[in-house]
C-alpha cells in the first residue's frame, strides 16, 4: 500500500500557553513538531503532510527536513484551518495520486511510539478500513447538565479513551470528511458517522496529547529522562 500520514499542527495551543503555536513550543532543542516527526518517520510512509499555521510554512518545513533526513522529498507543508477538521481537509487536498492509506496523527501526541503506528498500519493491511488506538479511560466519568449537576454515571468498562494515529483507506476518509455534517474531534467518528466500521488496536500511555502547561512539563521530563 501507498501510505501518506497526515500531521495535524495548525493548533493555537491557546491551552498551553507556550508562547508559539503548540506544535512549536520546545520540548528540549526541538519543537514538538519536530519530536512528533521522528515517530512518523519510523512509519512506512511514502509521503508525510504537514499542516501548519498560517506565517508558519517556513519553520514546519526546516524541523520537517531535519526530522525526515534522507527523506526529504516526502514532506509536504500545507497551511491548515480554523478546526482541526478543516486542517485534516487541508492536508487531504496535498495527497499524491498514488496514495491509498491514510494515517491522521496529531502533532500533539508528539512521543507517541513506533509501536502505535506499527499496529495501526499492521490493522490496515489486515483489510481494516478505519482503525484507531485506544487506552482503557481510568478515570470515572459522570455525564453533567449545563449546570455542572451530575446526571448519570458512565459505565467506563464500555469507554476507551482515542489516541491518534488513526488509520484510513483513503477513499473512505475523503468521502466522510467531504460529507461531514458537523465538526468532530477526530476522524474516525466521521467515518463512524459515513457508516464505516471502526476496530481498535493498543495505545500507549507515551501517546497522551500535549495540551495544556502540566502535559508540556511531562513532556519535557520524559524527554530529559530519556534522551535519544
Ligand atoms: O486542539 P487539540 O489539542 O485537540 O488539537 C489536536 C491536534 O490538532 C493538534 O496537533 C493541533 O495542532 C491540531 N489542530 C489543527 N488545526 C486546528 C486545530 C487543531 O491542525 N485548527
Known amino acids: ?4 500520514v497526515i500531521v495535524v499542527a495548525a493548533g493555537s495551543g491557546t491551552r498551553l500557553r507556550g508562547g508559539a503555536p503548540k506544535a512549536f513550543v520546545g520540548l528540549d532543542a526541538r519543537s514538538i513538531l519536530h519530536h512528533a516527526l521522528r515517530g512518523v518517520f519510523c512509519a512506512p510512509a511514502a509521503q508525510v503532510v504537514v499542516v501548519v499555521p498560517e506565517g508558519y510554512e517556513g519553520d514546519a518545513t526546516t524541523d520537517a527536513l531535519d526530522a525526515a533526513g534522507d527523506r526529504g522529498e516526502l514532506v509536504t507543508v500545507v497551511t491548515g484551518g480554523a478546526t482541526r477538521q478543516q486542517s485534516v481537509a487541508a492536508g487531504l487536498t496535498a495527497l499524491w495520486g498514488d496514495v491509498d492509506t491514510v494515517l491522521v496523527h ?9 509501536a502505535v503506528f506499527e499496529r495501526v498500519v499492521a ?4 483489510g481494516a478500513v478505519a482503525v484507531i488506538p485506544v487506552l482503557p479511560v481510568v478515570d470515572t466519568i459522570k455525564r453533567v447538565d449545563g449546570a455542572g449537576r451530575v446526571v448519570a454515571a458512565v459505565d467506563r468498562s464500555e469507554l476507551a479513551a482515542a ?9 473512505v476518509l475523503e468521502a466522510a470528511v467531504a460529507s461531514a ?4 474531534t477526530d476522524d474516525a467518528a466521521l467515518v463512524a458517522a459515513a457508516g464505516h466500521p471502526v476496530v481498535t488496536v493498543e495505545g500507549d500511555a507515551r ?16 524527554v530529559t529522562a530519556a534522551p535519544e
Do not use: C, M
Open 1 to 4: 500500500p501507498h501510505l501518506a
Open 106 to 114: 496529531d502533532a500533539a501526541r508528539a512521543l507517541t511510539p513506533a
Open 123 to 126: 490493522a490496515l493491511d489486515d
Open 163 to 171: 489516541q491518534t494515529p488513526q488509520g484510513f483507506r483513503r477513499s
Open 181 to 184: 455534517d458537523a465538526d468532530h
Open 207 to 222: 501517546a497522551f496529547k500535549v495540551t495544556t502547561a502540566p502535559d508540556l512539563e511531562r513532556a519535557r521530563s520524559l
